[in-house]
């Protein structure tokens, strides 16, 4: 039985055009290191495009995020790349596009990050509920999400840089548009909502980007149970969509294996195709605001360039075992504070290194993903 489940589930995968898998990074603040004047070197410490870089180690897709109105992000946010406002996102997408790659736009429905400690409503939306009950205070949101979602795409698609992944929020477990979005995957509590405001954004994705696969985000792999429980309350609510996504950083989300049981779990319950579409690790903790022990996480692998190689290569290991996931991204690849300051703290989970800009090891096991 299981063995026909699996030839049946081959059979969907080619018929929706799975066949292929997706290898990228979430690469949106790239435009500012280049405007900066960033030198981006290869793994023979040559400087080259870094768009070249990426096709070269087996790239074919790229992720980009998109804020209602950045402009209105707290000042600490802006400083660790928060600038991504429609313009700004049609721009590099377009580049994206030019160079050949394959796009996933990333829908923060929000002014600033969207995770699962913060899923802000955009300060417009803020004052535009304020004082309604909550069936209208749902209509304006939905009314809104659709609005922004369709208004995005569409200004893409005019531009010639149409996504071909559209992440329909982003790290979602908990819900978007807090507070009247707000949800608990173990109650059900303003699930109403939440599946409102989905069902608007994939109603516009469907209608400017009927081609488009989307995903919706979760980010609790950890925690099997809360993952389960969310995506059967989407199959519960009839939600139309194509991919469960899932962040997957070790240090948060359990280890490699653990991953692997999820996966398993994921396609016994839901028979649909899973991208990991954010996943990184350190390979060092130096000028990182958040990380001041130089050792934090070095239980899991070392902190180093050999110990982020290693990470790398296990987990592209584990995922060559599942047909059924057909995306792998890399969060903020880009990252090269070799020039001039782009950011204000190193984050030191990219692909490059923060004070030489040379490509780091752990890029040449990511092309094995693909191969």
Known sequence: MKKCIAFL????????GY?????????????????????YKNKDGRAACPYEIFKESGWNAMRVRLFVNPDNAPQANKDEGVCQDLDYVVGLCKQIKNHGF????DFHY????????????PATLADAVKGKNREEQIRILADSVYSHTFNSLTALVAAGAEPDLIQVGNEITFGTLWPTGKVDPMKDDNWDALLTFLKAGVKACREVCPKARLIIHTEHAQDWLTTQAYYDKLAKGKLDYDVIGLSYYPMWHGTVKHLDTVLDSLKTEFGKPVMIVET????????????????????LYPISVGGQRRFTEELVT?????DDVVGLFWWFPEENESGRPVIKSWINRGLFDNETGKLLPAMHELKNYIH
């Open 19 to 39: 066949a292929q898998r997706y290898l990228g990074g979430d690469i949106s603040l790239l435009p500012a290191y280049k405007a900066n004047g960033t030198v």
């Open 9 to 16: 589930f081959a059979l969907i995968l080619g018929v929706n």
């Open 110 to 121: 929000s002014d600033t990050w969207a995770d699962p400690g913060k899923q802000f409503m």
């Open 318 to 322: 584990m995922l060559g075992k599942h």
């Open 280 to 299: 990184a690790f350190y390979y060092s903790h130096k000028n990182d605001k958040w990380e001041p022990d130089p050792n934090h996480y070095g239980d």
């Open 102 to 105: 394959k796009l996933m736009l």
